[in-house]
């Protein structure tokens, strides 16, 4: 199967499940379809530098389920961080890179997916060649926490 085709068969995916998760109840009214052509979506700056976010359904800064497209400047390398929630993430262009704490760096091109548990720690960006672009969702409230490393010659 092309990557193409396993890309848009994931982000279904995603989307179907949040279907199911947020369909009315019986006999309410339903909402109109949600269309966002490309040219149509509306970008915002993220929450570190180098970062931008446009929202697709709910809101990544509310303790509240979440999708949202983020794009990552070429190079953006974030140091050692975690988040409280787990953030699924499918990347569309770019490459996107992750390295738990103590493990190895993985760098993942188009098509590729990432679970990073809540409460773990990790290093992630961009690759330096060109920006990247993924979608990005989770069950509650989007955070970024540094974890300060220790300075040199010091132990934790």
Same mark, same amino acid.
């Given at each position: ?32 379809? @949600?269309?966002? /052509?490309? +040219? ?5 700056? #993220? !929450? ?48 996107? @890179?992750?390295? /738990?704490? +103590? ?5 993942? #091109? !188009? ?46």
């Amino acid at each position: 199967m092309s990557d193409f085709r396993w890309l848009m068969m994931a982000v279904a995916g995603l989307g179907m499940s949040w279907s199911i998760h947020s369909a009315a109840a019986p006999g309410k009214d339903k909402e109109a379809d @949600v269309i966002l /052509p490309a +040219g149509d979506i509306q970008w915002q700056p #993220g !929450p570190t530098e180098g970062t931008h976010l446009a929202n697709l359904w709910g809101d990544w800064r509310k303790n509240a389920p979440f999708g949202t497209l983020v794009r990552f400047d070429a190079g953006v390398m974030h140091p050692l961080h975690r988040h409280t929630r787990t953030l699924r993430i499918v990347v569309l262009s770019g490459t996107f @890179v992750h390295q /738990p704490e +103590g493990g190895t760096e993985t760098r993942l #091109g !188009p098509g590729s997916y990432v679970l990073q548990r809540g409460g773990l720690n990790h290093v992630s960006g961009c690759a330096p060649e060109t920006e990247c672009e993924f979608f990005m969702s989770s069950n509650g409230k989007f955070d970024f926490i540094p974890v300060e490393e220790p300075a040199a010659g010091k132990k934790k």
